[in-house]
Structures are given as structure tokens and as C-alpha cells.
């Protein structure tokens, strides 16, 4: 493993559960409508999974598409990364539920916590354990359940989150680095805007907290959007510089999705087109962790993204926490 010069990504898959929930069917739960949902966010519908299944059930199914094209065994997996927020419990990690149904015994498992940047976080710390040798083959996972942790009577968040997940492979590579650059960044300041109070150590479960409704995702909605569109931009912008790279060398630019007048606006703020810029909020609203990876997922599948081209995967989320990556695909 001497001769390290970087990773190659492998392979990526993503797995969303089938069950759609519509505008229209929301609008029969809460006092919203099609009309408010859309044009205030961009989606149009959103995918739950069934009460009995898990971030690790989710995220298992998205890693088994992206080993099964990677040419890799499983046994040839080092170490596998999880990036959520909406975990199977408070611990053991969902990486190791993730191993568990995958059949792989002994490998290394952990989970990685930066909310909606939580992919962009667990890909720069995989990339730092394959270059300091470590590891040769990295599984990174970012999954979500948010609909378990969605406060189904508060219009103000339940019209916007959703559940799926994604996965990637990379492995260590003689010759390039496919991870072009990379800027992370946090400011624990903001933790309160978007959190889940109750359930941690800091308010432990009890009949109050269940009957405030305070185990459910709260967000003050204006204050996250403000803040999400300055930190995309700058994200981009600061992980663009690393490089030697112009922006009209990005071929997609992937930002977050939690809504399209935040995309519309860190892509103006960074005069960036708009018809290079992958969406799909429409369909599946906020995953979180998941968010990047299933649309990186998506653009591969659909031909957006060709092998050699280079993509920008840019979020922000709750910590505050925003990172972006540019990888060579
Ligand atoms: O993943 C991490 C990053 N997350 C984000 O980046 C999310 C950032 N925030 C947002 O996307 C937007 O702030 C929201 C979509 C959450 C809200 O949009 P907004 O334009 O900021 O609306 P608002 O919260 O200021 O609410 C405007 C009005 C209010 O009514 P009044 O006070 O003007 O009478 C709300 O009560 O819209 C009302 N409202 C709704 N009406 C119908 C809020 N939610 C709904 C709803 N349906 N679902």
C-alpha cells in the first residue's frame, strides 16, 4: 500500500422505498396544501418506509446494489462508514447493523453524525483512512428514516422530509486522486435551529417529552434557510479554490436537497447554471445523510455524470454543519 496516491470511486447505489406520500394526501393530514408545499419548497412527493423498517434495512439494501457493482466481494470491504441522523437506536451505531445484515463479521463499522452533511463528512474521513493506509476498500453509507422522526401535526416540518438512502465504494488508487478536494465546516452556535431536543442525555425521554412532542425534528425554517445558502456557496467556492480547477470545469453541481428556492439560490449567489445543477427534491424532499449520494446515484444511472467528469456534492444541515466535495467520477 506504499505507493497511495489517493482513492477511486468504485461503484454507487441507492435504494428509496416504495411507498410514496403525496402533496395531495399531506394535505388531508395537516392544514397545507399542494399548492403552499410547491411553490414554498419544490416537492411534490416523498418516500416513507414501513413501520417496521430501519435506517440499517434501508441503507443494507442501497449497499448491496453498490457492491454488487463494484466487482468487489464483500470480504474485500475494510471498513464500513454510516452516515444518519436517524439512527435504529441511540447506540450500537447503524454501520453495525448495516455489517450485520450484511453478513460481514469482524469488519470495522461506525457511523459518522453531521446531519445533512453527514456524507460529505463520512467521504473525507474514508478518504483520509485509505491515504494513511488503513484501509483499501471503504463502504460508505448514508441512510435516513426521517418520517420516524417527523412530528406528523406540525405542518411547519412534516411537509419536508423523507426517507431513503445511498451508498459508494471507494477503494485506494496507485495513480489518481478522485477526491479533487474538500471543505468541511461546523458552528455549534446554531444547534437549537434544527435538532431533536428530547431523547439524548441533555433531556432524557419522559412522559413530558413525549406528550411535548419533543423527540420529533423542530427547525426554524427562515433562520436554516438564510444561513444554508451563504455556507453552500461558500462551501463550493472554498473546495473549488483547493483545486486547480475553474468552476466551468464542473460538469454537475450536486447541493443539497432540502429546497429548490435554497438551490435556485446558492446557484445564483454562485452563478452557477441552472441546467447543471442536479435536482430532485420533487421526488423525494429532505433525506439528509442520503440526500448527495442518492442523487449522485441517480445522475450516474440517468447519464447525467460520465466517467471523468467532475462533480461538485455541496450541503449544510443541523449542527450547523456544511461541507463540499469535488470528486472526479
Ligand atoms: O436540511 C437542512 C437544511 N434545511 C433547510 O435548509 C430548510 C430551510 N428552510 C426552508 O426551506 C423554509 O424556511 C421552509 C420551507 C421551512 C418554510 O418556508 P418559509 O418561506 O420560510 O415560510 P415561513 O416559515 O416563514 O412560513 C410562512 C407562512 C407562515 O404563515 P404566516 O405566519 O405568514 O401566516 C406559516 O405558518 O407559511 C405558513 N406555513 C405553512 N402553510 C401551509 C408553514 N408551513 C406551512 C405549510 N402549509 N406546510
Not at 171 to 191: F, K, V
Request: aromatic residues 6%.
Amino acid at each position: 500500500m506504499e505507493n497511495i496516491k489517493g482513492i477511486k470511486i468504485v461503484s454507487t447505489g441507492s435504494y428509496l422505498p416504495p411507498k410514496i406520500l403525496t402533496n395531495e394526501e399531506l394535505s388531508r393530514m395537516v392544514d397545507t396544501s399542494d399548492e403552499w408545499i410547491l411553490t414554498r419548497t419544490g416537492i411534490k412527493e416523498r418516500r416513507i418506509a414501513e413501520k417496521d423498517v430501519t435506517a440499517s434495512d434501508l441503507g443494507a439494501a442501497a449497499a448491496k446494489i453498490a457492491i454488487g457493482r463494484s466487482g468487489l466481494k464483500p470480504e474485500d470491504i475494510d471498513i464500513i462508514i454510516c452516515a444518519t441522523i436517524s439512527a435504529d437506536k441511540i447506540f450500537p451505531s447503524t454501520a453495525c447493523f448495516i455489517q450485520n445484515k450484511l453478513n460481514m463479521p469482524d469488519v470495522t463499522a461506525f457511523d459518522v453524525s453531521a446531519a445533512c452533511s453527514g456524507f460529505i463528512y463520512a467521504l473525507q474521513v474514508s478518504a483520509g483512512l485509505i491515504k494513511s493506509c488503513m484501509a483499501r476498500n471503504i463502504l460508505i453509507v448514508g441512510t435516513e428514516v426521517l418520517s420516524k422522526f417527523t412530528d406528523w401535526q406540525d405542518r411547519s416540518t412534516c411537509v419536508l422530509f423523507g426517507d431513503g438512502a445511498g451508498a459508494m465504494i471507494i477503494s485506494s488508487s496507485d495513480h489518481n486522486d478522485a477526491l479533487l478536494s474538500c471543505h468541511l465546516g461546523a458552528d455549534g452556535n446554531y444547534s437549537e435551529l434544527l435538532h431533536i431536543p428530547a431523547g439524548g442525555g441533555k433531556m432524557p425521554a419522559s412522559p413530558d417529552t413525549v406528550k411535548k412532542h419533543l423527540h420529533y425534528m423542530k427547525m426554524s425554517g427562515k433562520e436554516v434557510f438564510k444561513v444554508a445558502v451563504v455556507k453552500m456557496a461558500e462551501a463550493f467556492e472554498k473546495a473549488v479554490s483547493k483545486t486547480k480547477l475553474s468552476v466551468s470545469d464542473i460538469s454537475l453541481l450536486i447541493p443539497h436537497q432540502a429546497n429548490m428556492r435554497i438551490i435556485d439560490a446558492v446557484a445564483r449567489k454562485l452563478d452557477f447554471p441552472l441546467e447543471k445543477t442536479y435536482v430532485n427534491v420533487h421526488k423525494y424532499g429532505n433525506i439528509s445523510a442520503a440526500t448527495t449520494i442518492v442523487a449522485l446515484d441517480e445522475a450516474i444511472s440517468e447519464g447525467r455524470v460520465k466517467k471523468g467528469d467532475v462533480v461538485a456534492l455541496v450541503a449544510f444541515g443541523g449542527g450547523f454543519t456544511w461541507g463540499a466535495s469535488i470528486i472526479r467520477i
